[in-house]
């Protein structure tokens, strides 16, 4: 029974994880200022030569946050991630700090 239970639990454990990776995520680094994308099951958009401008306002535009309060919120974290926006894509900021 215990092994029954055992089996169960990493199983259950092992689907979980699996499906906490970032799906549809575009993570800009500040710092760096470049671009990657990760977890599309189609093709990924081209995040080449994508600018800091630019992912502000795909962020703004997508994401019904207004780039004061996004400006606010990488000054406090120096990091900010959204929700999954209208656009399917989860955006995340790192490296303002």
């Known amino acids: 029974m215990k092994k029954v239970i055992s089996f ?3 199983s259950v454990l092992g689907f979980v994880l699996v499906g906490c990776g970032d799906k549809n995520t575009i993570i800009y680094d500040l710092k760096a200022g ?10 990924a958009p081209n995040v080449n030569g994508l600018s800091y401008m630019k992912i502000i306002n795909e962020i703004s535009k997508n994401c019904n946050i207004d780039t004061v ?3 606010i919120n990488l000054n406090t974290d120096g ?3 959204t929700g999954v926006c209208k656009n399917g894509i989860t955006y995340k900021l790192i490296n303002a700090k």
Do not use: E
Request: include cysteine; proline fraction near 0%; charge should be positive.
């Open 69 to 71: 309060t996004l400006a």
């Open 34 to 43: 470049k671009a990657t994308a990760s977890g599309f099951d189609s093709q």
């Open 79 to 81: 990091k900010y991630t």
């Open 8 to 10: 169960v639990c990493v």
